[in-house]
């Protein structure tokens, strides 16, 4: 950490004299080393269709971290090694060494004390205390051990009297904070449960808010990203970004064909909280607010202090004799499957047709010959280089091993170039992904499809399955609709469904008269 004008950030050192240990804050969390503001993803060549991974790892040593931003790195770790673990962050994590520093100075905003995030005793791989004159050291790695064995020529063991100072000084940081909860942070997640449609509450509070994301952008805990193409003047290559992204931003719940899911201040604002202390305490079992205070510091119209907004939220709830309970830590299992490649495989369109118009069936064949290996429910990501990736689930059945099928409606940017493409062009693809019908749990029960428009898509995966291993499962009853006649997908397809289950249809939500086909 060194000082900028008069505020701090994590920077290279050019000397020992720039260490700043007595900062009270920087201006962006140390996460920037691991999960950068923009970084490249994949390199492609538009020319030949080929893409490469660009993993860069420089291993690092970060100096001076507070204990909060330590457990925002720990809150990091486990939503990044999630079911797919993301290399990008995590191999950067690996090479590193985090030295921290215990808290000598405060920011304003800063409460880190309510949230239990003041001092801590894991996360690091050293850990420092200043004593005046002396630093009392703490070892919590291998690693760290190794560095001061190979760099520290004087070293002792502490006395007792230097622990008890060291517990002490602890202890002391605990009694310094401007900015406090006044409840226990236990009860929390039930607060913002119980706040969820209090609407009035959130449109009072987000009244001024700019939709501007700078609360957003300087959180330790957000990790949320947007990922474009960026193609050099020549067209023939470019790298695939991402970018920080912040849910308070106004279009970042819009989807390609123009829905908004949080159109309103509000209900970003109300995301917002919900997400960090509610969302993935329920997922996780933490709070994710370490209570730093940069998304405070950082508004502009000093809307985005999370204590006061809690603040105001409890007493109002005390004052509505809303009861509330400490929330229990479900029973949390964090899995990783895989590292996600974000190189995707070549695959060939081989067939192409047209089903109404604005829905296209592909057939495709990855380049390798190697089958796709999905179960049926699950989808994939399409990569068209030079415009970007989207989305798209899995029509075909499993047990058709050499293509896969997708089926895809003309809608945002990369469908609509999907749809411009032909038999022999190549795309991209990654995956496959979610995780699809537990299949096994469906044998030897009678089965209900319910499907409108084009959601009869993803459900033909686990159809056509069910059909092709008929013997294994009960009764089949589909019930399928659209809202004019001409939307009709796989209309050939059901003539042969209905030979081998119960079949429903609907041309028009207006004509609910059923047929048998």
């Known amino acids: 950490v060194k000082s900028k004008g008069d505020k701090f950030v994590f920077d290279t050192l050019n000397s020992a004299d720039e260490l700043r240990l007595d900062y009270d804050v920087t201006i962006?969390?140390?996460?920037?080393?691991?999960?950068?503001?923009?970084?490249?993803?994949?390199?492609?060549?538009?020319?030949?269709?080929?893409?490469?991974?660009?993993?860069?790892?420089?291993?690092?040593?970060?100096?001076?971290?507070?204990?909060?931003d330590i457990v925002a790195l720990l809150h990091m770790d486990e939503v990044f090694k999630e079911t797919n673990s993301d290399p990008y962050y995590l191999k950067k994590r690996e090479s590193s060494i985090i030295i921290g520093v215990n808290m000598q100075n405060i920011s304003k905003w800063c409460?880190?004390?309510?949230?239990?995030?003041?001092?801590?005793d894991h996360g690091y791989d050293l850990m420092l205390t200043d004593l005046g004159d002396r630093y009392a050291i703490d070892i919590g790695s291998k690693k760290g051990e190794e560095l001061l064995a190979e760099y520290m020529q004087e070293l002792r063991d502490a006395y007792a009297y230097e622990v008890q100072i060291v517990g002490r000084k602890k202890h002391q940081i605990m009694n310094i904070f401007e900015q406090r909860l006044d409840f226990s942070i236990d009860?929390?997640?039930?607060?913002?449960?119980?706040?969820y449609e209090?609407?009035?509450?959130?449109?009072?509070?987000?009244?001024?808010?700019?939709?501007?994301?700078?609360c957003v952008l300087v959180c330790p805990t957000c990790y949320c990203f947007d990922v474009r193409e960026d193609t050099d003047l020549s067209l023939q290559r470019g790298e695939r970004i991402r970018t920080w992204d912040a849910c308070i931003l106004e279009d970042f719940a819009k989807v390609?064909?123009?829905?908004?899911?949080?159109?309103?201040?509000a209900t970003r604002y109300r995301h917002r909280y919900n997400k960090k202390s509610n969302y993935l305490f329920d997922r996780?079992?933490?709070?994710?607010?370490?209570?730093?205070?940069r998304c405070a510091s950082n508004c502009l119209p000093d809307i985005a202090n999370p204590v006061k907004l809690f603040n105001d939220m409890y007493h109002e709830a005390i004052e509505s004799e809303i009861e509330l309970t400490p929330s229990p830590v479900s029973e949390i299992s964090i899995q990783t499957q895989m590292d996600i490649d974000f190189v995707p495989k070549l695959a060939t369109i081989v067939k192409k047709t047209p089903m109404t118009q604005n829905e296209t069936l592909f057939e495709l064949q990855l380049d390798n010959i190697s089958e796709l290996g999905h179960k049926p429910g699950q989808f994939v990501e399409v990569s068209i280089f030079g415009v970007g990736e989207a989305p798209i689930s899995i029509t075909s059945s499993p047990t058709n091993k050499e293509t896969f099928e997708l089926c895809v409606r003309s809608v945002g940017n990369v469908t609509n170039k999907l749809h411009t493409m032909n038999v022999g062009d190549k795309v991209g693809i990654r995956g496959p992904f979610g995780n699809g019908f537990d299949?096994?749990?469906?044998?030897?029960?009678?089965?209900?499809?319910?499907?409108?428009?084009?959601?009869?898509?993803?459900?033909?995966?686990?159809?056509?399955?069910?059909?092709?291993?008929?013997?294994?499962?009960?009764?089949?009853?589909?019930?399928?609709?659209?809202?004019?006649?001409?939307?009709?997908?796989?209309?050939?397809?059901?003539?042969?469904?209905?030979?081998?289950?119960l079949l429903y249809t609907s041309p028009s939500p207006r004509d609910l008269s059923t047929s048998r086909m």
Not at 112 to 117: I, K, L, P, R, V
Not at 187 to 195: F, I, R, S
Request: charged residues 20%; glycine residues 10%; negative net charge.
């Open 28 to 68: 962006l969390p140390p996460k920037k080393y691991f999960f950068p503001q923009r970084e490249t993803l994949i390199s492609y060549e538009m020319s030949n269709v080929s893409a490469e991974g660009n993993i860069e790892i420089e291993p690092r040593i970060l100096f001076g971290v507070h204990p909060y």
């Open 111 to 120: 409460f880190a004390g309510s949230m239990g995030c003041a001092t801590i």
């Open 187 to 195: 009860l929390l997640p039930d607060l913002l449960k119980k706040n």
């Open 198 to 214: 209090n609407s009035a509450f959130w449109e009072e509070h987000s009244e001024k808010c700019l939709s501007c994301g700078s």
């Open 256 to 265: 390609a064909s123009g829905e908004n899911f949080r159109p309103t201040k």
């Open 284 to 293: 996780f079992g933490f709070v994710s607010c370490v209570g730093c205070g």
């Open 439 to 501: 299949v096994d749990l469906l044998k030897g029960k009678d089965l209900l499809f319910i499907a409108g428009g084009l959601g009869i898509a993803p459900a033909r995966s686990l159809l056509n399955y069910v059909l092709d291993k008929r013997p294994d499962f009960g009764n089949v009853t589909v019930l399928y609709g659209c809202k004019e006649p001409c939307e009709l997908l796989f209309p050939e397809e059901i003539e042969s469904w209905n030979e081998r289950c």
